[in-house]
């Protein structure tokens, strides 16, 4: 069976263009978590959605948003993109939401801001 | 003072040698994730366990939750083991936006000499 696998696997972009970035989850997998990755340093919450609603949420502003969508595959946007938005973006599926549910994770998204 | 803290930041082995690294965290947890990450950026999930000690190849996780600490061994260390290992947590009883959260270390760079 395919793992996680996101799209695109490597991006660059200009300061206030936006971006889009896609997750399809493992198979049966109907929770999807999305992580940032500083250079340096662990992945940091930015949200968690289950049966296409937003279960969790990080402290991340308002120009990050995301959807799932009904096969369980899910969006992450990034509005007026700032320098600070550099990192690894990762995807991460489990069977259900919530605390305790194995999360497995994808290759991730690098994305440059220029 | 972050919430989950590993030790050490840099590890350097010989190849053959028994490695362990730790996880401390200051917070109830309901189950802790081992991740190994390797340059590139994919995650794979090691070991998540809420009690005692799992066991798998070479790979050995253990936690005392009273003692809110953890500990990832690696027993005959290989140049191929070379790669970030990180501890992350879900909080117990995390609800409304900590939700499904996972909660991560910064990281043990492990790299093992031939």
């Known amino acids: 069976d395919a793992g996680v696998t996101q799209s695109p696997t490597h991006l660059i972009k200009t300061r206030g263009q936006h971006v889009t970035l896609r997750c399809s989850p493992i198979s049966g997998h109907k929770s999807v978590s999305w992580y940032q990755q500083v250079l340096g340093q662990g992945p940091q919450f930015i949200f968690q959605?289950?049966?296409?609603?937003?279960?969790g949420r990080g402290n991340f502003p308002d120009r990050f948003s995301a959807r799932q969508f009904p096969n369980y595959s899910s969006e992450l946007n990034v509005n007026a993109l700032l320098l600070g938005d550099s990192a690894l973006y990762l995807c991460?599926?489990?069977?259900?939401?919530?605390?305790?549910?194995?999360?497995?994770f994808g290759p991730g998204t690098r994305l440059t801001v220029l | 003072k972050n919430e989950v803290e590993q030790s050490p930041q840099n590890l350097t082995a010989q190849e053959g040698e028994f490695i362990t690294i730790n996880c401390s965290y200051s917070v109830g947890i309901s189950a802790l994730h081992w991740l190994q990450q390797h340059p590139g950026g994919g995650i794979v999930s090691l070991f998540m366990?809420?009690?005692g000690k799992k066991k798998h190849g070479r790979l050995i996780a253990t936690i005392n939750i009273q003692e809110k600490h953890s500990s990832l061994h690696i027993t005959a260390s290989h140049p191929r083991d070379s790669a970030v290992y990180i501890c992350a947590v879900f909080r117990a009883n995390a609800g409304g936006t900590s939700y499904g959260k996972l909660t991560f270390g910064q990281g043990t760079i492990l790299t093992v000499h031939p």
């Open positions: 991460a599926s489990s069977i259900l939401a919530g605390a305790g549910n194995e999360q497995f």
């Open positions: 366990l809420s009690s």
């Open positions: 959605y289950y049966e296409k609603e937003e279960r």
